[in-house]
């Protein structure tokens, strides 16, 4: 994992203005989000192991599954895993249970990060900054 400082870390918003920015340059809310927190993913590679451009956000005022939701945004980081391969390779599942399937132990959590993802990661961070100065 690799934590880009931003000046993202402290903004505040509502989820729904958050995900109209985000949403158009490629981010998803990622299924791991509990009622106070959760985390907008933006897949830089699936094969071989998974990096996403991840920014961590909180519910501070409301929770996030009802309207109107406020929330701050954490520090964004850079994060890698590398997943079993062959995993219940008899069944047959939708694409996305199959891209990231939440029951599945990764074999490395934390794994190594090539350059050209960090520095893809670094380059999707700052688009965000500039989108939500804009709006």
Request: net charge negative.
């Amino acid at each position: 994992m690799i934590e880009v400082k931003s000046s993202l870390k402290g903004f505040k918003t509502t989820l729904y203005k958050l995900e109209t920015i985000l949403k158009p340059l490629g981010f998803s809310i990622g299924g791991n989000w509990e009622y106070d927190h959760g985390y907008f993913d933006y897949p830089l590679s699936k094969e071989g192991s998974y990096v996403y451009v991840r920014i961590p956000f909180t519910a501070i005022e409301g929770e996030l599954d009802r309207p109107g939701v406020v929330v701050e945004l954490g520090t964004p980081f850079i994060l890698g895993h590398q997943y079993q391969a062959g995993v219940d390779e008899e069944a047959t599942v939708g694409t996305v249970t199959a891209s990231f399937n939440q029951f599945q132990q990764p074999t490395d959590p934390d794994t190594e990060i090539p350059n050209e993802f960090e520095k893809e990661g670094r380059v999707i961070i700052q688009r965000v900054e500039q989108a939500i100065q804009e709006n």
